[in-house]
């Protein structure tokens, strides 16, 4: 009696998440936010991967982003065949953090509900082949309003490494499209104030 007491009041304390998914979303990859359901119409919000393919020591620029700006989200690579977690987010950018599903580094959220309209990061595949990865997740402007479960286009194993660039060279490029946007922010917040 005292624990479904205790377990409900938790329940409502916790019921939106502005320090990030909880562990419980590493299954079904939604916010979890009590009463709520995705939305239906065509997600706002884009999951890109920078390369068609995974090679063993590559590692893939990942980026969750949309308008108008989010607020959390929840991102984790699977292996579309069993659905298992798989590979490691290697850098991830300030205000998220890691949602270690399996006590890995496979999945990333939120650490704060600060709007974002791009988040983007380093990810390194297993080394073997593992057939096709997806990555799955979710993203949500506010409580109630989120879309899920998002996917991005599949990628497949290759045994060499995809041409078009170095990752150094390809790591660069989106660095150069993430400060083309946070100027554009800057310059819009004038616009706006
Ligand atoms: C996100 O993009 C929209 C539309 O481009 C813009 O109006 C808004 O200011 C941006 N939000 C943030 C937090 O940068």
Same mark, same amino acid.
């Given at each position: 009696?005292?624990?479904?007491?205790?377990?409900?009041?938790?329940?409502?304390?916790?019921?939106?998440?502005?320090?990030?998914?909880?562990?419980?979303?590493?299954?079904?990859?939604?916010?979890?936010?009590?009463?709520?359901?995705?939305?239906?119409?065509?997600?706002?919000?884009?999951?890109?991967?920078?390369?068609?393919?995974?090679?063993?020591?590559?590692?893939?620029?990942?980026?969750?982003?949309?308008?108008?700006?989010?607020?959390?989200?929840?991102?984790?690579?699977?292996? !579309?065949? $069993?659905?298992?977690?798989? @590979?490691?987010?290697?850098?991830?950018?300030? =205000?998220?953090?890691? &949602?270690?599903?399996?006590?890995?580094?496979?999945?990333?959220?939120?650490?704060?509900?600060?709007?974002?309209?791009?988040?983007?990061?380093?990810?390194?595949?297993?080394?073997?082949?593992?057939?096709?990865?997806?990555?799955?997740?979710?993203?949500?402007?506010?409580?109630?309003?989120?879309?899920?479960?998002?996917?991005?286009?599949?990628?497949?194993? !290759?045994? $060499?490494?995809?041409?078009? @660039?170095?990752?150094?060279?390809?790591?660069? =490029?989106?660095?150069? &499209?993430?400060?083309?946007?946070?100027?554009?922010?800057?310059?819009?917040?004038?616009?706006?104030?």
């Amino acid at each position: 009696m005292l624990v479904v007491y205790f377990v409900g009041l938790l329940t409502v304390l916790v019921e939106s998440y502005p320090t990030g998914a909880p562990p419980s979303s590493c299954d079904n990859l939604l916010p979890h936010h009590h009463g709520t359901s995705p939305q239906e119409t065509p997600s706002p919000y884009t999951f890109y991967v920078d390369s068609n393919t995974y090679t063993p020591q590559s590692s893939l620029v990942v980026s969750v982003f949309g308008s108008p700006a989010f607020l959390s989200f929840i991102i984790q690579g699977r292996r !579309s065949d $069993t659905g298992a977690p798989v @590979g490691t987010f290697v850098k991830i950018p300030a =205000n998220t953090k890691y &949602l270690l599903c399996d006590n890995q580094r496979n999945s990333v959220t939120h650490s704060n509900p600060t709007p974002r309209n791009i988040t983007q990061f380093i990810w390194v595949p297993p080394t073997e082949n593992v057939g096709e990865i997806i990555f799955k997740g979710s993203v949500a402007r506010s409580k109630s309003l989120y879309w899920g479960v998002l996917e991005s286009k599949p990628i497949k194993y !290759s045994k $060499t490494a995809p041409t078009g @660039g170095s990752n150094s060279s390809r790591l660069s =490029n989106s660095s150069l &499209l993430s400060l083309f946007i946070i100027i554009t922010m800057f310059i819009s917040s004038f616009l706006i104030f």
